[in-house]
T-cell receptor, first 113, second 111 residues
Framework: DTEVTQTPKHLVMGMTNKKSLKCEQH?????MYWYKQKAKKPPELMFVYSYEKLSINESVPSRFSPECPNSSLLNLHLHALQPEDSALYLCASSPREGGSPLHFGNGTRLTVT | QKEVEQDPGPLSVPEGAIVSLNCTYSNSAFQYFMWYRQYSRKGPELLMY????GNKEDGRFTAQVDKSSKYISLFIRDSQPSDSATYLCAMMINTGNQFYFGTGTSLTVIP
């Protein structure tokens, strides 16, 4: 088990649905991340929150909307997704910005139909 | 040229073998180096985290960094079938939140 918990583990949604992915960590980490990973590829950065403020948005389409309600929680709101958005969505955290490694959750496997 | 190069394999070895996984990089500003292990349908798990050149050992795993050659390695001794996974190297500069990943090497340890 990892110290970064993601729910749900699996999600199937239609292109008109609205859903949310959730991530929680209780390690006191102040930086939290969303990554997208396609099969046999490395994780690709989507968003970074540092001290609950959005610090990096890697030009992600607006159909993905992140939210950081507090220092332990990170959400990713999904709306009007495309089939090509099907992937493993990984949440990660690190103690601080810069100089500390990422700790990943086990991801949400998303299928868009 | 990618910032981080990693041979994707696949790599297949018999149980008990010594495994060597490698990454090269082009950006001399990288200061932190990580190795992650990812099992199928799971998230990457941090195995090793190093800062300086030289070796760092943890059980059967040894991480080696050669900053002069821009080359890092992960050695696995007495490999086990449970080591079968994809291994990702990752690097970062001192500041900021940007991590640069290799493409991953798929390893199978045959009993």
């Amino acid at each position: 088990d990892t110290e970064v918990t993601q729910t749900p583990k699996h999600l199937v949604m239609g292109m008109t649905n609205k859903k949310s992915l959730k991530c929680e960590q209780h390690m006191g980490h102040r930086a939290m991340y969303w990554y997208k990973q396609k099969a046999k590829k490395p994780p690709e950065l989507m968003f970074v929150y540092s001290y609950e403020k959005l610090s990096i948005n890697e030009s992600v389409p607006s159909r993905f909307s992140p939210e950081c309600p507090n220092s332990s929680l990170l959400n990713l709101h999904l709306h009007a997704l495309q089939p090509e958005d099907s992937a493993l969505y990984l949440c990660a955290s690190s103690p601080r910005e810069g100089g500390s490694p990422l700790h990943f959750g086990n991801g949400t496997r998303l299928t868009v139909t | 040229q990618k910032e981080v190069e990693q041979d994707p394999g696949p790599l297949s070895v018999p149980e008990g073998a010594i495994v060597s996984l490698n990454c090269t990089y082009s950006n001399s500003a990288f200061q932190y180096f990580m190795w992650y292990r990812q099992y199928s349908r799971k998230g990457p798990e941090l195995l090793m985290y190093t800062y300086s050149s030289g070796n760092k050992e943890d059980g059967r795993f040894t991480a080696q960094v050669d900053k002069s050659s821009k080359y890092i390695s992960l050695f696995i001794r007495d490999s086990q079938p449970s080591d079968s996974a994809t291994y990702l190297c990752a690097m970062m500069i001192n500041t900021g939140n940007q991590f640069y990943f290799g493409t991953g090497t798929s390893l199978t340890v045959i009993p």
